[in-house]
């Protein structure tokens, strides 16, 4: 019974900050239609602006964390204005832009902080007792504030106007505009709003991790199989499910057989529920 | 590896890979000894030092290059070698093998180089082993590595390629005994997913059933895995007493982070013969506190040469600067192939190899080493150490718990020695 707890529970935090480091791009990718390929640069620039926080400016890890929420936030509200606003009709540029906004962020990372590993001291060292099951506290934490924010994003497109006016747009954004919706506003806010919630995943990641130049890299391809997966568009349960598909049910595939096997069987699984629902798993066509 | 290199080299293909080793084979034809000798006494001896610039190992590339500059500088002032300069043509491996032999092949075929130093993973070497071959230049190689195996020619067991770091019988074996005394024989190895950590802990597995230990789990780990779960849970339950740990690059960091999140670090004693100065700084105090490193070179060794060695390097690149086993050894090789060009009289792969084998240099950082002359394997000191829970600089980070002056490896594995 332990055993089958402690599997759960592993499952569980794979799941949750997998899901963390994924949301920021299901929010540019599943809303704008942006294909970020700068998401993992996003995530690092996170992870540094909270070191910086900690480390240069002295500011204590909660604080450090905003932060870098608020400071990624605005870089991709700039990247927006200046750059992905003109290409919004050409998905492939994007691709390309982003892809450039990666390797230009990665190198500057460099040349300011330079390519030595950093670190964050654990905030909240050791682990919680829970019926006999030892949990790290930090990642537990983690964990629970990846739920709350994801749900809490989902409860605002789902029950305010706003979040109505952002569902109008993506069904069809030639009559939203005509009914008089700021799509350009709107865009621009999603955009930064997703941005900053792939600066929140990096700078939580952060002390669990290596602090170096491509510490988000880690993290973009399997981004975009969770936001694929689990749907694009579908905020709470596509990157729930997404986020289990590809990170926790990985340690259930390692009770059957190695970690090198595992991961590969997670990635077939990815293709495999593609091939039968390209649409994603929770996207009904 | 980084999505751009794959996008940079994804359309080298077999054939074109074959094109630029067979090209570079054909500088051999031309007599190599007539461009020497033309080459006036003031010309500067070229050599091609590759190192991991870019990419997944950029943390260890300073280090790198830092060691053969420091050492080049040092000739250079003395006067060079043979009243001649030295050199140094840098080149970026990208940590990518397919890289390395794309560089070591411009550096020979266009730069002409006298030779080339550097590499830096088992898989980068094994990529330029071939073009050395087919060129006849010498390699120095500076990284610990898994052993020279004749099944890996010509990436080991190659008479161009000199071995300045140590393998697992002078990383690892000296210090079994010491481990398994005071912890107990239970191993649970953990590395990731190529040659080196798999071969080194196959070699250490044959010392550990001698002394009584065995293994009891194994698990090797794909580059840039962010998430440890299972694998820690497969450690707990294991009923380990020794963490063996291989894993490289940012996954040594993420993984001994996490293990440390989940309070399991009172319950294992771990050894790493994977983390050096860069990357225990990167963990910070707590996470490494207590755990061992076993390796040839620390900045915290208190040896005669130490000292002054340290002295030249901050007053090179800065008090911050970092040095470590990869970085002393391309010093060492450095210096080791002037000696032995000096005493040659003449600058060619020749005189390299033939006055390299056998060479005793008492300057190294770590103590004096003499290169084996059956199978071009460096003899080095090894050093079991203990991470001070308290470290504040590279200085004091490691406490040596018991050190080997000299220790000779078993013989290579190799077809037709000495090499």
Redesign the interface.
């Known amino acids: 019974m332990a055993e089958v707890l402690?599997?759960v529970i592993?499952v569980t935090?794979?799941t949750l900050?997998?899901a963390l480091?994924a949301f920021g791009l299901a929010i540019i990718f599943g809303l704008v239609g942006v294909i970020n390929m700068g998401h993992g640069a996003l995530l690092t620039l996170g992870a540094y602006l909270a070191w910086w926080g900690v480390e240069g400016l002295g500011l204590p890890f909660p604080i450090a964390v905003i932060f870098a929420t608020f400071g990624v936030a605005l870089v991709g509200l700039a990247l927006e204005h200046v750059l992905i606003r003109h290409f919004y009709d050409r998905p492939f540029d994007t691709l390309l832009l982003t892809w450039a906004f990666f390797?230009v962020t990665t190198e500057i990372i460099?040349l300011v902080f330079g390519?030595?590993?950093?670190?964050i001291?654990?905030p909240i060292?050791?682990?919680i007792e829970f019926q006999g099951i030892?949990i790290?506290?930090?990642?537990g934490l983690v964990a629970m504030i990846s739920l709350s924010v994801i749900a809490t994003t989902a409860l605002v497109i789902f029950k305010t106007t706003w979040g109505i006016r952002i569902r109008a747009l993506i069904q069809n954004r030639q009559v939203a505009a005509l009914l008089g919706l700021n799509v350009a506003q709107t865009y621009k806010v999603i955009f930064a709003l997703g941005a900053g919630a792939a600066g929140l995943a990096g700078a939580l990641?952060a002390?669990?991790?290596?602090?170096?130049?491509?510490?988000g890299?880690?993290?973009l391809v399997?981004s975009f199989f969770v936001v694929i997966v689990g749907g694009i568009g579908h905020l709470l349960g596509g990157t729930l499910i997404g986020s289990f598909l590809i990170?926790g049910s990985?340690?259930l595939f390692?009770?059957l057989s190695?970690?090198?096997v595992?991961?590969t069987i997670v990635f077939l699984l990815a293709i495999i529920v593609l091939r039968f629902r390209p649409q994603g798993l929770l996207t009904v066509k | 590896m980084t999505d751009s290199t794959k996008k940079d080299v994804g359309g080298l293909t077999r054939r074109q890979f074959l094109g630029g080793v067979a090209a570079g084979a054909a500088v051999t034809a031309i007599p190599a000894p007539a461009i020497i000798k033309r080459a006036s006494a003031a010309d500067p001896i070229k050599v091609g030092v590759i190192s991991p610039l870019t990419g997944a190992w950029t943390v260890y590339g300073r280090a790198h290059i830092a060691g053969f500059e420091l050492a080049v500088k040092e000739i250079n002032a003395a006067g060079g070698v043979l009243g001649r300069p030295i050199e140094i043509l840098p080149a970026d491996s990208q940590t990518e093998p397919r890289i390395v032999s794309e560089q070591a092949n411009r550096l020979i075929r266009r730069e002409r180089v006298d030779f080339l130093a550097g590499t830096f993973s088992s898989a980068e070497r094994n990529a330029a082993g071939p073009v050395v071959e087919g060129a006849d230049k010498v390699l120095l190689y500076p990284t610990f590595y898994e052993g020279q195996e004749q099944e890996y020619y010509p990436g080991v067991c190659n008479p161009n390629i000199f071995m300045f770091g140590p393998e697992p019988t002078q990383q690892v074996w000296p210090h079994l005994e010491y481990i398994v005394n005071n912890y107990g024989g239970k191993f649970f190895m953990i590395g990731s997913d190529y040659a080196w950590p798999r071969v080194t802990n196959m070699v250490t597995k044959q010392k550990l059933a001698e002394l009584g230990g065995e293994v009891v789990g194994e698990e090797y780990i794909p580059f840039n895995t962010p998430q440890y779960e299972s694998v820690l849970r497969d450690i707990r339950n294991s009923g380990a007493d020794v963490i063996f740990h291989s894993l490289t690059g940012s996954d040594t960091v993420n993984f001994r982070q996490q293990l440390a999140a989940a309070g399991m670090k009172e319950d294992f004693v771990l050894w790493t013969v994977d983390d050096e100065e860069v990357v225990t700084s990167g963990l910070g105090q707590d996470v490494p506190a207590n755990d061992y490193v076993s390796f040839d070179y620390f900045m915290s060794l208190k040896t005669a040469n130490n000292g002054p060695f340290l002295e030249r390097f901050k007053a090179e690149f800065g008090n911050d600067a970092l040095m470590n086993t990869v970085g002393v050894a391309m010093y060492n090789a450095a210096h080791m192939s002037a000696k032995a060009l000096e005493a040659a009289g003449e600058v060619s792969s020749e005189a390299l190899r033939a006055n390299l084998k056998g060479m005793t240099f008492d300057g190294a950082p770590q103590g004096p080493v003499r290169m084996r002359e059956v199978d071009n394997q460096l003899v080095l000191p090894s050093y079991l150490m203990r991470v001070n829970p308290q470290w504040t600089s590279v200085n004091d980070m490691f406490i040596e718990v018991q050190g080997f002056e000299s220790v000779e490896p078993l013989t290579a594995r190799c077809e037709g020695l000495p090499l």
């Open positions: 402690s599997i592993d935090l794979l900050v997998l480091a390797i460099k390519p030595d590993f950093r670190n001291a654990n060292a050791g682990a030892a790290p506290a930090y990642r990641i002390p669990m991790m290596s602090i170096d130049p491509y510490i890299n880690v993290f399997r990170g990985e340690t390692a009770l190695d970690q090198v595992a991961q």
